[in-house]
């Protein structure tokens, strides 16, 4: 087996995103040139209305702003250190969520994790290969907002085209969707590249593309920024399932 792929969901009453937008999205603020971003106002359209606002709520009395994305009913998806962080304390003493924010109308409510999982590797050690989280959500949200597919594959993603689609935390953007276009600029094993630009607050966004057959599909989630290019944590083999175990 080379690859693997999973169905997302979009409810009858959602209405369907245009796949040939252009768009804008990461973190710190990470702009490389020009500023490609552009706001995102229909986030009752999917896949924009399984896309999430978070706060993170630490035990050493701040607060945080992330990042998520539907993956089932019940089931978010975000990076680790929107959910465990060393310097604030270990584990988030709460994370909630506001699928399809749009400044300060949430058209979905919210939901908060019940549970919260990530890796060792990042829990004992912040290894940033292993930078994701998945929360199990006190409601059955996702019916509504639909949720993402997803997609692994051991082979090259470098020059596919995608999306990366979060929640900045600059004043002037915050609780407000943007999102961007582009490609993979380079991969490896546990790490995707790419040079659109991203800010403070879209950690866990989906880094994300369209399929014919699955519809959109998460193929990594955006952790990090760089001076040249941008990186988020790879769907492999071995994340694919674990995440896909906690669909029922």
């Given at each position: 087996v080379?690859e693997g792929?999973?169905?997302g969901y979009?409810?009858?009453?959602?209405?369907?995103?245009?796949?040939?937008d252009?768009?804008?999205?990461?973190e710190?603020t990470?702009?490389?040139?020009?500023d490609?971003r552009?706001r995102?106002t229909?986030?009752?359209?999917f896949?924009y209305s399984a896309?999430?606002?978070l706060?993170?709520?630490?035990?050493d009395?701040?607060?945080t702003?992330?990042?998520?994305?539907?993956?089932w009913k019940?089931i978010?998806?975000?990076a680790?250190?929107?959910?465990?962080s060393s310097?604030?304390g270990?584990?988030?003493k709460?994370?909630?969520?506001w699928?399809g924010?749009n400044?300060?109308t949430?058209?979905y409510g919210s939901a908060?994790?019940?549970?919260?999982?990530?890796?060792t590797?990042?829990?004992?050690?912040?290894?940033a290969?292993y930078d994701?989280g998945?929360l199990?959500?006190?409601?059955n949200i996702?019916?509504?907002t639909?949720y993402f597919?997803?997609?692994w594959t051991?082979s090259?993603l470098?020059?596919?085209?995608?999306?990366?689609?979060?929640?900045?935390?600059?004043s002037?953007?915050?609780?407000?969707?943007?999102?961007?276009?582009?490609?993979v600029?380079?991969?490896n094993?546990?790490?995707?590249y790419?040079?659109?630009?991203?800010?403070?607050?879209?950690?866990?966004s989906?880094v994300y593309?369209?399929?014919?057959t699955?519809?959109y599909?998460?193929?990594?989630?955006?952790?990090?920024?760089g001076?040249s290019?941008?990186?988020g944590?790879?769907i492999?083999?071995?994340?694919?399932?674990?995440?896909?175990?906690?669909r029922?």
């Amino acid at each position: 087996v080379t690859e693997g792929s999973s169905s997302g969901y979009i409810p009858d009453d959602c209405s369907f995103g245009n796949i040939s937008d252009d768009g804008y999205g990461i973190e710190p603020t990470n702009i490389i040139g020009s500023d490609g971003r552009s706001r995102v106002t229909n986030t009752t359209s999917f896949p924009y209305s399984a896309i999430c606002y978070l706060e993170t709520k630490w035990k050493d009395g701040t607060t945080t702003i992330g990042t998520a994305w539907m993956y089932w009913k019940d089931i978010a998806i975000t990076a680790g250190h929107c959910v465990y962080s060393s310097d604030r304390g270990g584990w988030a003493k709460s994370v909630t969520i506001w699928p399809g924010r749009n400044g300060s109308t949430t058209p979905y409510g919210s939901a908060y994790a019940k549970v919260m999982h990530t890796s060792t590797a990042w829990t004992n050690s912040s290894n940033a290969n292993y930078d994701y989280g998945l929360l199990e959500l006190n409601k059955n949200i996702g019916t509504s907002t639909g949720y993402f597919g997803m997609h692994w594959t051991s082979s090259s993603l470098n020059g596919k085209s995608i999306t990366v689609a979060g929640y900045p935390g600059s004043s002037i953007k915050i609780r407000q969707l943007w999102k961007m276009n582009g490609k993979v600029a380079s991969c490896n094993a546990n790490k995707v590249y790419y040079s659109i630009d991203t800010e403070g607050g879209q950690s866990g966004s989906p880094v994300y593309w369209y399929n014919s057959t699955y519809g959109y599909q998460g193929i990594a989630i955006h952790a990090y920024g760089g001076s040249s290019n941008n990186s988020g944590t790879r769907i492999t083999q071995s994340l694919f399932d674990f995440f896909t175990s906690f669909r029922d």
